[in-house]
């Protein structure tokens, strides 16, 4: 191609056509059930960019593309996806016909102004009727780098990888591509329900379940008024911040204040936190039941505080009739705050508070409670009554996000999003349409 025409091209094909390449991993094991988990990742891909429209996520094959074209804000898109469980990596790629002239305008668009001292060129085919091998194309895409810039090839350890994945009718060629988090997509699990604290350690449980593929309800359990309201501020804060990974979101809030007075009355102080742990449980697990979840969820790690060991731990499970998962259990406390920072919920954790189970407890609650003797205690109290009062008495808030997306209506147009704006005010309505929170039927 002469050069002034070369130019030209480079130009016209350098009109980027912007599209997301988003790779699974975990998913690509699944056999027979695969399609599903596909679907639900391209759904939640959708979902997690509703507020940057235009966005159209297509199914390719062993990959989804959000496509951009008409999209003025790539980047954002991007943002998001690192937040999307269930991709294994992705990037920000741009697609032209499958020429090598083609690819090579794109590069010279990606590459011209940007200084690296090595790269290298990763060419794949999905395909292998293509006319050129992966070697073939890599050699004649590097020498054309070679001719435009300053730098030499590195296949191992290169400044800058130039990544052409050859589809049948077109190519994506991209220059970062970013881990995503992993695990499934969020809704392929099932729905647990899981005991929100304003601490450390349940946030990040909350998260693992939701990278697993789970959907998480919170059940949050307060003192209001024997302490102050700063734990629900807390336990909403961080349902805020995990309904990114969810986009919706239901917070419990159960008062337990009125159950733990009681509970002082009859039972003996060193068998106090597990007697409340066993109330929250039953009180969770009716939760969860009316929610359709099959199991609850703690931030519990083997042997941290009196409550944590294997006994009590057994003490707590007696009375679950659904599976209690503990996905920190293996954990120590240092490599859980560092997943908490990493999430964005340690920050809000460490605002002080006083949990409900800091009330009326001794200082050396006991550590190995014999079935026999919890069930003695237990005996004193009308166990019955305290879990309908629980139940009963909780409080659910809904919250969504990006924005909230009416059944059957799809993500708010962007006319709809300014009468919103102008209804709440200016600066609100970022807020609002980050948590459209509800207070009141549960059921909805
Ligand atoms: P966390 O940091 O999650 O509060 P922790 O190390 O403080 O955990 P505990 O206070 O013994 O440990 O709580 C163990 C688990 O019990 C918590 O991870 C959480 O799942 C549940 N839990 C404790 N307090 C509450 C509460 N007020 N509401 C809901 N769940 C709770
Ligand atoms: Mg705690």
Not at 12 to 32: D, F, M, N, T
Not at 252 to 276: C, D, H, N, T
Not at 381 to 403: I, S, T, Y
Not at 415 to 430: K, P
């Amino acid at each position: 191609m002469c050069p002034r025409f070369q130019a030209a091209y480079i130009r016209g094909v350098a009109r980027l056509r912007p599209c997301i390449v988003v790779h699974y991993h975990e998913i690509s094991l699944k056999a027979g059930n695969r399609p599903l988990f596909l679907r639900q990742l391209a759904k939640n891909l959708a979902r997690a960019t509703a507020d940057l429209a235009p966005v159209r996520v297509v199914q390719r094959s062993g990959r989804i593309v959000l496509d951009l074209e008409a999209n003025e804000k790539p980047e954002a898109v991007r943002d998001r996806i690192a937040r999307v469980s269930g991709v294994a990596n992705f990037a920000l790629a741009y697609r032209v016909p499958s020429t090598p002239e083609a690819m090579k305008a794109v590069i010279a668009r990606l590459i011209d102004g940007r200084e690296f001292e090595s790269f290298r060129i990763a060419a794949r085919r999905a395909f292998k009727s293509y006319p050129m091998t992966s070697v073939e194309l890599n050699r004649e895409l590097g020498a054309f780098v070679l001719e435009r810039a300053r730098t030499r090839v590195d296949l191992e350890r290169p400044a800058l990888t130039i990544t052409v994945e050859v589809m049948p009718d077109e190519t994506f060629i991209y220059l970062d591509r970013q881990p995503g988090p992993g695990g499934l997509p969020v809704g392929s699990s099932g729905t647990v329900a899981a005991l929100l604290s304003g601490g450390i350690d349940s946030p990040v449980a909350a998260w693992r379940m939701l990278k697993r593929g789970c959907r998480v309800v919170f059940v949050h359990f307060h003192s209001v008024p024997y302490l102050p309201a700063t734990s629900q501020a807390k336990a909403r804060a961080l349902v805020d911040r995990l309904t990114e990974w969810q986009y919706h979101s239901r917070l419990f809030l159960v008062p337990f204040g009125e159950i733990q007075r009681e509970v002082v009355l009859s039972v003996p102080p060193a068998a106090r936190v597990v007697v409340y742990r066993r109330l929250m449980v039953r009180i969770a697990e009716a939760v969860a039941q009316a929610q359709g979840a099959m199991a609850l969820t703690t931030g519990e790690s083997l042997g941290q505080v009196a409550s944590q060991t294997l006994e009590n731990i057994s003490r707590i499970d007696e009375v679950a009739a659904i599976p209690v998962l503990r996905p920190l259990i293996g954990m120590d406390k240092l490599e859980i705050t560092a997943e908490a920072r990493r999430l964005g919920t340690f920050d809000i954790s460490i605002e002080p508070d006083l949990d409900c189970c800091t009330l009326f407890v001794p200082p050396h609650p006991a550590t190995r409670l014999a079935a026999d003797a919890v069930r003695a205690v237990e005996d004193r109290l009308d166990v019955a009554r305290l879990v309908r009062a629980g139940v009963e008495g909780a409080a659910c808030e809904a919250f969504d996000w990006p924005m909230a997306v009416t059944p059957g209506v799809g993500p708010p147009t962007e006319g709809r999003d300014a009468v919103r704006a102008a209804a709440t005010g200016g600066a609100s309505a970022e807020r609002e349409s980050r948590q459209g929170r509800t207070t009141g039927d549960p059921s909805q």
